[in-house]
């Protein structure tokens, strides 16, 4: 309020905060709220400074992290300073949230390892030259015992409690370690440290996030951080979030382009519109037609599938793959025909065959080539197997084609013809 009367916010701002709530919950105060803040930049001549934090607990990201990625992505087009923090301290403890259990600690080595690819992958969405990169082990790996206590002193264990996934465990009796209690305290400190204006992050992030406003206030910012958080994509099943726990479901960007496109067509129809507004710049305008078609039957969902894929493939890597990836699906499942491209393994006469899928990485484990037979999801030669117990045999042949699955085909060749 100014002079007693409601500060009116011009049309642009509004608009602008509506683009950006997309999809997205905008805490506190909505989209109203991100349109004052918006213009107070303007007014300001100074951009937000935006937050993402990122824990490489894993090497590989996947279309999951792209949602939250490309609201960075729209951010930076506005013009705002986009800050990422890789967790260099935060992922040796590991993130509890929505966890039933307390997760491995990582070694230093570990996080410097899985953090080398992570800028690399973000960049085929953010431009990382333009982002501020920090790492939260600069500050917070020098915190002495009085600045610990300080921090922790501004937050209750009952506050703690009030997170799901803690109450859940300690109604369960599933022990909670007290260094579970340091992430959120640390992720929160990090919004002090970068002086952060938007705090980015998944709907599993509410309380961390939300701290990052308390924690502000307590070290005297009277302007603390607002939250956007973004929907969690769910894994090509349809059914569980997206992660690299669940392989099978799991789109990575370093996907090959013929695996990501096959993934992306076995999603559940009722995805379709899900994945075009979460992990594509299509308009929503677009997406309304595509939904009115998809509602009337006037468009087999399999067409705008090939739609996405392609869309997708192209964002990570490039319109020429993304038309070869497209032939190569409709020629092996629409025509029954066999990739052109595929890893060509020596194999020697008599070897168990779920040996060989196992130690070749074609599937997880040996219980999973076990199931994929039992399933009939193993091919030699466009013949399903049908004993976990078989070997290979040529007979009178050369080589052998083996399919895993619905989308992973190798040659085998004859041991002694190499």
Not at 64 to 85: A, N, Y
Not at 89 to 96: L, S
Not at 172 to 177: A, Y
Not at 324 to 343: H, L, Q, S, T, Y
Request: charged share 30%.
């Amino acid at each position: 309020m100014e002079s007693g009367q409601a500060v009116k916010i011009p049309e642009n701002f509004i608009k602008d905060a509506e683009f950006l709530a997309r999809g997205a919950e905008i805490l506190p105060g909505g989209v109203m709220q991100l349109a004052k803040k918006l213009k107070k930049a303007s007014d300001n001549n100074k951009p937000l400074r935006v937050k993402l934090g990122l824990d490489p607990t894993r090497p590989d990201l996947h279309l999951g992290h792209s949602v939250v990625m490309r609201k960075l992505k729209q951010f930076q087009k506005m013009g705002h300073q986009v800050v990422l923090i890789i967790g260099g301290a935060t992922a040796m403890i590991g993130d509890p949230s929505g966890k039933s259990e307390t997760r491995p600690s990582l070694t230093k080595g570990e996080v410097d390892e899985n953090a080398k690819t992570y800028l690399e992958q973000m960049d085929k969405i953010v431009d990382i030259s333009k982002a501020e990169v920090v790492n939260n082990a600069d500050w917070l790996h020098n915190m002495n015992l009085p600045e610990l206590l300080k921090l922790a002193s501004n937050v209750t264990v009952a506050q703690m409690m009030v997170r799901d996934d803690f109450s859940k465990r300690y109604s369960e009796g599933r022990p909670i370690s007290i260094h579970e209690f340091f992430y959120p305290l640390m992720q929160a400190y990090d919004s002090v440290v970068v002086n952060s204006d938007i705090e980015l992050g998944g709907t599993d992030q509410r309380f961390n996030v939300l701290l990052g406003r308390d924690i502000q206030q307590a070290y005297g910012n009277d302007d603390p951080q607002m939250v956007i958080l973004n929907p969690l994509l769910e894994g090509t099943d349809g059914v569980q979030k997206m992660s690299k726990t669940y392989p099978d479901h799991c789109i990575s960007f370093t996907d090959p382009p013929r695996e990501m496109y096959g993934k992306i067509m076995s999603i559940p129809d009722e995805l379709i519109i899900r994945y075009f507004e979460l992990i594509t710049d299509v308009t929503p305008g677009e997406i309304q037609l595509y939904k009115k078609q998809l509602e009337s039957g006037d468009i087999n969902p399999r067409d705008y599938k090939m739609k996405l894929a392609k869309t997708v493939i192209a964002d990570y890597h490039g319109q020429e793959d993304a038309f070869k990836a497209e032939e190569e699906f409709i020629n092996v499942f629409r025509k029954k025909g066999v990739p052109e491209d595929m890893p060509e393994y020596k194999a020697m006469e008599g070897l168990s065959l779920v040996d060989f899928i196992a130690e070749k990485g074609l599937a997880e484990s040996k219980g999973e080539v076990k199931r994929l037979i039992k399933g009939g999801g193993i091919k030699l030669d466009n013949e399903k197997v049908s004993d976990i117990s078989a070997n290979i045999n040529f007979n009178d042949k050369n080589s052998l084609i083996l399919q895993v699955g619905k989308r992973k085909f190798a040659r085998l060749l004859r041991a002694e013809l190499i």
